[in-house]
């Protein structure tokens, strides 16, 4: 039981360590000030993120109108910017900006960073 609670503390801090790059793919820094520091809440909405933020872009892809996409960018969006995904957050903004445009959004980016995000928190919950 310690060896595993070592081994969380160890992943923890590895994440948070890669967390002070700006090229981290959630600021921890930001989650910890909206969790007053709670570990186990921190821990609680990064999972909660990682499956909406899979299932929305699920359902951008199979979205039949602008008004769904919309929605669910809109969404993501708010959610991103609750934790701290930046790089979700701003590929999410691009692809609105590309709908109110164009009237089509490509969503590769938007894709690309919830799975980078999804990789950097199951790491960190696997930890």
Not at 3 to 26: F, H, L
Not at 75 to 90: H, P, Q, Y
């Amino acid at each position: 039981m310690m060896q595993a609670t070592a081994r969380q503390m160890d992943g923890m801090a590895q994440a948070r360590e890669r967390a002070d790059t700006p090229d981290a793919p959630v600021d921890l820094v930001h989650l910890a000030r909206h969790t007053l520091g709670n570990r186990e809440l921190e821990r609680e909405v990064l999972r909660l993120f990682s499956r909406q933020s899979k299932m929305l872009t699920e359902r951008m892809r199979d979205a039949d109108d602008g008004e769904a996409l919309e929605r669910c960018l809109h969404t993501l969006l708010g959610s991103a910017r609750s934790i701290g995904a930046w790089k979700v957050a701003e590929a999410v903004e691009q692809a609105q900006q590309a709908l109110h445009e164009d009237g089509r959004a490509e969503l590769s980016a938007v894709s690309a960073a919830v799975a980078e995000s999804a990789e950097f928190i199951g790491t960190l919950l696997d930890a």
